[in-house]
């Protein structure tokens, strides 16, 4: 039987100034210390169906004697019952490789990179719906596995519950992410890119609208006798005058409304856009008009 020749010792002074040139440190059995100006590589030499052979074990120190000299023992058993440790390295690879790209970790990283690009509040609605609707069927599973069956039936359960638009949404999401991950070599087509048409039209949902001088005047009429919160009945006031989205006027800043002039400018940064555009200032000043009446109510 072949004794192990190599010394912790040993391997720890075996450098390439020393000997000035690669050395090869045999250590029986196939293995031996590969020195390098680079470091030091763990190898073994074996034959396997009349060839030869060579199977990296590791790199010194993050792989001490002790542990190559099992992964070579291992490997030689692997050899013995008709295995070659290459390809079972490579096995193994992909396998772990296949579990790292499951939906929901590309979908993770997919978020990851969005944040700074999209605002918060939209990043926090895409993460909610992907965990309640697409991750309990879709999250485990490799993206190579996941066919465009397998996402239409994941999207008519959400159908089922009367959820159209909904299901339109993560349609779309889902086609974002594998785009990502298509990208970034993780997947080879979007499964999603075939479904088009095949979700049910979201119904029309005809909302009430006041469409009368009569029904205006009894609205605004209403607006002026509410007895609520100050601030509240100021922003009801300003709502049909100024014409603004609900969060411009809610987190209005007085430093913004210029009383004198009748004006107030909403900064770039606060108008609807994406982050990055807002980052990058190109998202331009708002300046709204105030009438007199907007003014006495600021007042």
Known sequence: MATDKLTDRQVKAATFEKYEKRTK???????????????????????????????????????????????????????????????????????????????????????????????????????????????????????SEIKPVTVLEALREIENQGKHETAHRIRQRIGEIYRFAVAEGRAETDPTSILKGLLKTVPTQHRSAITSPSELRALLKAIDAYGGHATTRAALKLAPMLFLRPGELRNAEWKEIDLKSGTWIIPGKRMKGTQKAKKAGQVPDHIVPLPSQATVVLK
């Not at 396997?48 to 993050?62: H, N, Q, R, S």
């Not at 590309?106 to 990851?112: F, G, T």
């Open 25 to 143: 440190l045999s250590d029986g059995q196939g293995m031996y210390l590969d020195v390098q100006p680079s470091g030091k590589y763990w190898r073994m030499k074996y034959r396997f169906e009349g060839k030869e052979k060579t199977l990296a074990l590791g790199v010194y120190p993050d792989v001490p004697l002790k542990l190559a000299r099992q992964r070579r023992s291992e490997a030689r058993e692997q050899i013995a019952t008709g295995i070659d440790p290459n390809e079972a390295k490579k096995q193994l690879k992909a396998a772990q490789q296949v579990k790292a790209d499951t939906f929901k970790a590309v979908a993770e990283d997919w978020l990851r990179l969005k944040k700074g690009e999209l605002a918060d509040s939209t990043l926090e609605v895409a993460r909610k719906r992907l965990e309640t609707w697409a991750y309990p069927k879709l999250g485990h599973l490799p993206l």
